[in-house]
């Protein structure tokens, strides 16, 4: 982490904040977040299908929503879109710890959703317009703060929620406020280059773009293996521990693992691939890992070992096995949606690039839940893994095509709508 921020220090304040921003932003959404539904269900006492009905609107209005909030940050400008969406996530969170009606906490989780959606891809596209040709840099600093928010959130979390839930959601509310205040102060205005078009003729421009489609799509695959950090490796080591506070352990430790990881490595692995290779490759090349990742469970999936160490182990390798390749990932694909925008409505194409692949972690966890249980219930319970370890396989596949056919190289996007 020292040699992380030393890295930091070397670029501008904006992009230094926004990093300290994200991870703070991380802290207090993933101190709440994982244990709003025990809240709905045990303490509100909603049944199952209201928790998950909140829980969905709250994905929805994020991940439906990113096309809107990036639209509106190249309009707006990238600092109101920030400030807006952490004021209303602040004002979300207060309403979750108060709210015990259905529809006013359906409210409350679209307005934290929302928020999400108002200033992420506002985030990315001024960290990509202030570190210029730094922008993998740039990146691979800022994953490092976005997985050391994620790995003290919970614990945080853990400590608010034994005392209140609502001390939690009150803690969380700060945490936002304060960065509201922070930023509002203290970020500098930053806009897109170029004349300012209306919405309609901005998304015919991201539409038309075949290039940034074609490797949007591709990459959709990537963000559902990352799920399953959240789903398939989760179920796994819940179906193979020996009580259910056992699995909530080990849970624990795999998210542990996987933030530790990507904290300590992350600087390291992103320079070591940056001086070998270009970008496609590198992209390529972390997808293979993500797909390998789905193969280490495998004697584990189709034969139950003797102990408990022994089937937790895989498990544990297989999620840094994954994380590395969500590592090698992430800067390159970051800063390749910037080259394929053309350097121009740059947050609208980070909104529909998030948009999209939403929608396939959306289908992907449907999918995958389901499977998994009809694969082990037909006595086949290698399918699953197989074939999201194909998945991955399939997605670096595109990537290297997309990369050797020139597809993935900087192409300006004109306001014609031409690519």
């Not at 879109?81 to 979300?92: D, E, K, N, Q, S």
């Not at 015990?100 to 959703?113: F, I, K, Y």
């Not at 694969?375 to 596949?397: E, N, S």
Request: net charge positive.
């Amino acid at each position: 982490m020292i040699a992380t921020v030393r890295q930091l220090r070397t670029f501008d304040r904006p992009i230094r904040l926004l990093a300290i921003s994200q991870f703070a932003i991380n802290i207090g959404f993933y101190m709440l977040m994982p244990y709003l539904a025990a809240h709905l269900s045990v303490t509100v006492g909603l049944a199952g299908w209201l928790v998950g009905l909140i829980l969905g609107a709250r994905n929805f209005s994020q991940q439906g929503m990113f096309l809107v909030g990036g639209t509106l940050a190249d309009r707006l400008g990238y600092k109101r879109l920030i400030v807006a969406g952490c004021a209303l996530r602040a004002a979300g969170f207060v309403l979750l710890g108060l709210a015990t009606s259905v529809p006013a906490l359906v409210v409350a989780a679209m307005a934290t959703g929302f928020a999400g959606a108002l200033f992420n891809p506002a985030v990315r596209a001024y960290v990509a317009k202030d570190a210029g040709g730094r922008r993998v840099e740039a990146f691979a600093v800022f994953n490092v703060f976005y997985q050391a928010g994620i790995l003290l959130g919970p614990l945080i979390g853990l400590l608010l929620t034994a005392v209140a839930f609502e001390l939690t959601c009150l803690v969380a509310a700060l945490v936002f406020a304060g960065l509201t205040v922070a930023q509002l102060r203290a970020l500098p205005d930053r806009r897109p280059d170029g004349p300012r078009s209306s919405v309609l003729a901005g998304w015919r421009v991201v539409f038309a773009n075949r290039r940034f489609l074609a490797f949007s799509l591709v990459m959709v695959g990537s963000y559902v293996l990352s799920f399953q950090v959240y789903l398939a490796l989760p179920l796994e080591t819940g179906r193979l521990a020996s009580s259910p506070e056992v699995a909530t352990v080990e849970v624990g430790i795999l998210f542990a693992v996987s933030g530790l990881i990507a904290v300590v490595g992350q600087l390291r692995v992103t320079e070591w691939c940056r001086r070998r290779w270009g970008g496609g490759r590198c992209i390529a090349a972390g997808l293979l890992l993500m797909a390998a990742a789905f193969l280490v469970p495998l004697p584990v999936v189709l034969r139950d070992p003797p102990s408990e160490v022994l089937a937790f182990l895989p498990l544990l390798v297989s999620v840094g096995v994954l994380t590395m390749g969500t590592m090698v990932v992430f800067p390159f694909e970051m800063d390749t949606i910037v080259s394929l925008a053309g350097d121009r409505l740059v947050a609208t194409h980070y909104g529909l690039y998030n948009t999209i692949c939403g929608v396939g972690i959306a289908a992907g966890t449907l999918g995958t839940g389901g499977l998994l249980e009809l694969a082990r219930a037909q006595g086949v319970p290698w399918v699953p893994w197989l074939l999201l370890a194909a998945i991955g396989t399939a997605c670096a596949l595109g990537v290297h095509v997309l990369a050797r056919s020139g597809r993935l190289r900087p192409r300006p996007v004109t306001l014609a709508g031409t690519t």
